[in-house]
């Protein structure tokens, strides 16, 4: 670190940081957190006695977030109905190609997959899989055999292979949806909203029992026609639109008098058609929202 402040370090680690712990933990305020507390104990550190600092960093940040999962899995238990990952303002300032890459690992529906793993798989699966830290790096970090590490990735990668969530909607196809969608809220018109939804498209809330919202989970595109046409027409038709990016995908905003009220976010099949709408309503969660795209590798 010869020439270089300690602080200066940390700085040109925080994106990776940053973005490492918002994909294990699923919530921005908690990755924000677990950033801030290893930027404690890297100041406190002895600096040199530390001959590779990247990876003492991402050693120290993977161990804590996969603490802090711990502890929210088990809060979780009592959470007042659906949970769903805190949405992220993301930038489309990439080039195509790493942009591609970013959304395919930021997705609503790559997030609730995560879901389905223990912590040190999901630990391991990013580390390998998002970030390519080798297989030996990845085995230190988690503190245990390489053998074993493999195996922990190789378990993941077959759960989220067969969720089948590792890929980009071309924006265009995106945009209509987003287009159909507004008509059929605000115009009371789903043929062309029909026509781009899965045969099996589902509509999940998250409230986090704060606010009113539709609860449980609506299936079947019959279903799910019938609650935008009726419930959330009636609901969503005053407020104001504002089209953005939420997880590396094309999103709607949903504002009254200046304030985010809503969060609309969309996952797709291989085929282009919607096979999830995600709506984020715990104002504890959207308050993230109001602020510029967060800075995340």
């Not at 925080?14 to 294990?24: M, N, P, S």
């Not at 924000?32 to 100041?43: C, M, R, S």
């Not at 603490?67 to 088990?74: G, S, T, V």
């Not at 912590?119 to 230190?140: D, M, N, S």
Request: a negative charge.
């Amino acid at each position: 670190m010869q020439g270089i402040t300690p602080a200066a370090v940390f700085e040109e680690r925080r994106r990776h940081l940053f973005g490492l712990a918002y994909r294990i933990l699923g919530s921005r305020a908690d990755a924000e957190d677990a950033v801030q507390d290893v930027f404690i104990k890297w100041q406190a550190a002895d600096h040199a006695s530390i001959a590779t600092p990247a990876a003492w960093l991402t050693t120290l940040c993977t161990r804590h977030c996969i603490d802090m999962l711990r502890d929210a899995q088990r809060s979780r238990v009592d959470y007042v109905g659906t949970w769903l990952p805190e949405p992220i303002h993301t930038s489309t300032e990439e080039t195509p190609e790493t942009h591609a890459v970013l959304a395919s690992s930021l997705s609503m529906a790559f997030l609730l997959l995560l879901e389905r793993l223990t912590p040190k798989e999901r630990a391991a699966y990013l580390l390998h899989e998002i970030f390519e830290t080798p297989y030996a790096e990845v085995a230190g970090i988690l503190d245990m055999e390489e053998t074993a590490c493999r195996k922990l990735v190789s378990r993941a990668s077959i759960n989220i292979a067969q969720g089948r969530v590792r890929h980009v909607t071309p924006p265009k196809v995106q945009d209509d949806l987003l287009t159909a969608f507004r008509e059929a809220i605000t115009g009371g018109s789903t043929e062309s909203l029909a026509s781009l939804l899965s045969d099996d498209i589902a509509v999940s809330a998250d409230s986090g029992g704060k606010v009113p919202s539709i609860e449980g989970v609506f299936q079947g595109k019959g279903s799910v026609l019938t609650l935008i046409s009726t419930q959330l027409a009636r609901y969503w038709a005053a407020y104001e639109w504002i089209p953005c990016e939420i997880n590396g995908g094309r999103a709607i905003q949903l504002r009254a008098n200046g304030e985010i009220a809503t969060a609309i976010t969309f996952a797709y099949n291989d085929e282009g058609k919607a096979t999830n709408i995600y709506i984020m309503r715990n104002p504890d969660k959207l308050d993230g929202l109001a602020f510029g795209p967060e800075a995340l590798a």
